[in-house]
């Protein structure tokens, strides 16, 4: 197997995902002169690729796309000598160091330290209109685009806790939301329940799934279909927020490293350390509550000094 090119042939770090943390990871490690690699994985640039104006991250006063964000984000590591290598990892094996990395296409990379930024993705409905329509009024972060609802009608599917807490932040901007779930009643806390019923702008329609979601440049209405009757209805919404999930993108380490009961890698507490030794985990990845590209950002500094200091202990 063909071994990335490094001194000695073992990379002193390698970072998984080229997301906030990952690319603020490889930034702070590459300025140590840890000379990171940067493994970019499926979707490089992470969850602010498919978003399209960013307003709530420091240090910009106007609106800046998420994917010009990222670029920015890549730079900056580039400048600082962060090498960046295209694929995704098959296989790893942390029972020892240094840690093994087998890419989908048969390249191996041997590393000394590992940060895991990996990110989560959100679930989806699973339908075409979704993602054709995706930063054009569909969603999966009300904290991130609410603001651009402002007085407009909205949906949101779901019902746990997540869908309401996005159906009453939304509140704050929407002129209304309604919650549509499959079933007739919600898993989310009663503390979560009572919160909803009470607000006034917040409607339901139980029983009903999104069947489709209308709009050629700009979601315009949603089609629902009940699932006990079949019966279509169409509503009114330029917004749709979907809100049934997050999945941790950890497949690859649950049988190795602790991972919470959705699968959120467990780091020590007010660190990023895991429970093997020289493997680092940031951002969204072991963040459920959060899931900001701010505190994303945050943890991959965090990371990159604690890799730093472990690599520089000699353990």
């Not at 160091?97 to 993705?121: H, N």
């Not at 940031?282 to 963040?287: E, F, I, S, T, Y």
């Amino acid at each position: 197997m063909e071994k990335t090119e490094s001194a000695g042939g073992v990379e002193s770090l390698t970072i998984l995902g080229t997301g906030p943390a990952g690319l603020t990871a490889a930034i702070y490690s590459a300025r140590a002169n840890l000379k990171p690699l940067c493994v970019e994985g499926v979707q490089p640039g992470g969850q602010l690729t498919i978003t399209s104006e960013v307003e709530n991250y420091p240090g910009f006063a106007e609106p800046v796309m998420g994917p010009d964000l990222m670029t920015a984000f890549r730079k900056q590591a580039e400048r600082f000598g962060t090498r960046f290598f295209q694929g995704n990892v098959a296989q790893a094996d942390l029972s020892k160091r240094p840690f093994r990395l087998l890419m989908d296409d048969g390249r191996e990379i041997l590393t000394q330290a590992l940060i895991i930024s990996t990110g989560a993705s959100a679930k989806w409905i699973g339908i075409p209109s979704e993602q054709r329509l995706m930063g054009k009024g569909v969603s999966a972060c009300a904290t991130c685009d609410g603001f651009f609802f402002r007085n407009l009608d909205v949906v949101v599917v779901g019902g746990g806790d997540t869908a309401l807490e996005e159906a009453t932040f939304l509140t704050r901007f929407a002129k209304s939301v309604t919650v549509v779930h499959r079933r007739d009643q919600f898993r989310a806390s009663k503390a979560m329940q009572d919160r909803a019923f009470k607000n006034p702008k917040i409607k339901f329609v139980w029983n009903s799934v999104v069947d489709e979601i209308l709009g050629e440049k700009a979601v315009t209405s949603v089609r629902l279909k009940n699932v006990l009757t079949q019966d279509l209805q169409e509503l009114k919404a330029e917004g749709v927020f979907v809100a049934i999930g997050h999945q941790p993108n950890t497949a690859l380490f649950r049988n190795q490293l602790n991972c919470d009961e959705t699968g959120y890698l467990i780091t020590q507490k007010g660190s990023t350390y895991t429970n093997i030794p020289g493997v680092f985990a940031a951002g969204d990845v072991a963040d459920h509550v959060y899931r900001q590209a701010v505190t994303a950002a945050g943890t991959g500094c965090m990371a990159a000094l604690d890799a730093e200091r472990f690599l520089e202990s000699g353990e």
